[in-house]
């Protein structure tokens, strides 16, 4: 069953002789529960789709929908709240805040979209992640494959739909980032979260459901890796 689907997506940034095509007119479809590893060199507009995925930038032309939803076809409030309830995002540079604890930022999306924390879910996350026992810990007092556990959990809070990771292990050593992918696959089967994973590292690419290539702006080839 889809459960996302892009439809001739386009994204460019300036105007008139400065406008560079980020994106140009970008087609497929995700299935439920997939794992998909969108691979391209830098500049090759990975990041940018991402981003058009999850709700932060907005696409010049084309449609986004989720769940049969069109994203956009939403005011920025309604916006938001997309993006705290049905996405979850992890980026290379974990993007905790310093001055919350590993709980306090674990659920920092949940108390701002003004719901009470799921104990039970958190306590089970930090179970996984191996985070416990570090519960009252501060960003600066882990490691790095730490802190990015702790990102993971963030995105897991709210049981998004659709797990989105931009070079989650881009600033990880090669033990750390396959303990990262490993908890990344554990949560695409255990809570059949739909799993994107932006990556330069063919070896994780090799380990997803599909790979879709893509090289200035556009899709090279879209194939799958298992069934």
Not at 60 to 87: C, E, H, I, P, W
């Amino acid at each position: 069953m889809e459960i996302l689907r892009v439809e001739h997506l386009s994204k460019i940034y300036g105007k008139g002789e400065n406008a560079v095509r980020a994106l140009d007119d970008v087609s497929f479809g995700v299935n439920k529960g997939e794992f998909v590893a969108i691979i391209g060199p830098s500049g090759s507009g990975k990041s940018t789709l991402l981003h058009i995925l999850g709700g932060v930038d907005k696409p010049t032309t084309g449609k986004v929908f989720m769940d049969g939803s069109d994203v956009y076809d939403r005011n920025d409030d309604a916006l938001a709240v997309f993006r705290r309830r049905q996405v979850g995002l992890i980026y290379q540079f974990y993007n905790l805040i310093p001055v919350l604890n590993v709980t306090e930022n674990m659920t920092l999306p949940v108390l701002m979209d003004g719901r009470e924390v799921n104990q039970g879910r958190l306590s089970e996350l930090l179970q996984v992640l191996g985070l416990k026992g570090r519960e009252d810990h501060l960003p600066n007092q882990l490691s790095g494959g730490q802190q990015q556990r702790v990102s993971i959990g963030r995105a897991l809070m709210n049981a998004p739909a659709v797990l989105l990771a931009d070079e989650p292990t881009g600033n990880l050593d090669s033990k750390n980032s396959q303990e990262i992918v490993d908890l990344l696959r554990m949560s695409n089967k255990m809570y059949g979260q739909t799993l994107i994973v932006i990556t330069h590292d063919e070896s994780i690419a090799l380990q997803a459901d599909r790979i879709i290539a893509i090289e200035d702006g556009r899709i090279l080839r879209d194939e799958a890796v298992r069934k």
